[in-house]
């Protein structure tokens, strides 16, 4: 068939369709009628009955609100939701019953993340805290809120709680030891030793006495590595001056390592002892803090001869 043929058809069918579609428009009056049709099967409160009718018209709800995401929750969810809830409520009545003296390690962990991850199995997590960190809990809780945001399922919030343990435990050792006085060689070591709990880098702290032993006032004086030009030297003069000293020790910590001095220790304890002895202080102790124990400079043979 020639093209012109066929586009001649072509052309001749629409139209045709055309004339149909043209032949069943509605008139007005008709369309009049079915409006009333509809107008008639509805209520008095103007929803449409949904089954009598092909066009579906239902009213607005005004008061619809969406809800946020973690609320809309599938029916399996849910169910789950209420597994862990019931479990978390069994947790929590052991601890209460029982204490954490039969608590494993992991369920320490799981329980205290439940204040701070919500309608998730905090277990697994809590195992795997533990995996990263060599099985201490004392590793997870001195860790770096950041490193601790990298374990699978530990957001913000958890890292932050975690973090904050030991060093809510050292403002609690810290008033029970004040409220019981702190004097005597041990329970001065122990109270600055308690001081650098949870401290993720290295600071220097003075602490203030008499010459009885008797703990008057201590206070951190710089952060960062310890050398004696870091050291704010006029800062304790002052301290020891204000609370009217008449012996100091000085004391830091190794966040990341041994409790052992370094040279840069040993030159800045000289230089600490030459500054007070200006103002006649003495320094009788350079304390250094480690994860686990401290060092005390003045008891140890190899270096008490710097006091």
């Known amino acids: 068939m020639p093209k012109e043929d066929a586009l ?10 055309f004339d149909r579609i043209r032949s069943n428009a509605l008139d007005d009056e008709t369309i009049d009628r079915l409006l009333a049709e509809e107008l008639n099967m509805s209520d008095p409160g103007g929803k449409m009955d949904e089954c009598s009718s092909g ?12 809800k946020p995401v973690e609320e809309r929750i599938s029916p399996i ?44 199995d905090t277990n697994e997590i809590a195992h ?28 913000e919030s958890a890292a932050i709680l975690l973090s904050m343990i030991p060093q809510v435990f050292r403002v609690y050792r810290e008033e029970l030891l004040s409220r019981a006085g ?26 203030c006495l008499d010459n009885r032993w008797n703990l008057l006032g201590d206070e951190f004086v710089s952060t960062g590595s310890v050398n004696f030009s870091s050291v704010d030297r006029r800062g304790i003069i002052e301290m020891c001056l204000r609370y009217n ?23 800045t304890t000289i230089e600490v002892r030459r500054a007070l002895e200006v103002i006649g202080v003495r320094l009788i102790d350079h304390i250094i803090v480690a994860r686990e124990d401290y060092i005390s400079l003045a008891c140890s043979k190899n270096y ?3 006091f």
Do not use: W
């Open 8 to 17: 001649s058809e072509i052309l001749e069918n629409i139209g045709s369709e």
């Open 55 to 66: 066009v579906c018209t239902k009213t607005i709800d005004r008061s619809f609100t969406i």
């Open 77 to 120: 969810t849910a169910v789950e939701g209420n597994l862990h809830k019931n479990h978390r409520a069994k947790v929590r009545k052991r601890f209460l019953e029982e204490g954490l003296d039969k608590f494993e390690k992991h369920n320490i962990l799981e329980l205290l993340l439940f204040y701070a991850i919500p309608r998730v």
């Open 128 to 155: 795997r805290l533990l995996n990263a960190y060599h099985g201490n809990i004392s590793e997870v809780l001195g860790a770096d809120y950041r490193s601790l945001m990298k374990i699978d399922g530990v957001g």
């Open 182 to 207: 702190i004097s005597g060689r041990t329970m001065v070591e122990q109270y600055i030793a308690n001081r650098f709990t949870g401290e993720p880098v290295e600071r220097v702290l003075v602490a």
């Open 245 to 267: 000293a008449t012996a100091a020790i000085i004391a830091h910590n190794h966040p990341r390592g041994t409790a052992l001095p370094s040279r840069d220790d040993l030159n």
């Open 304 to 306: 008490n001869s710097l």
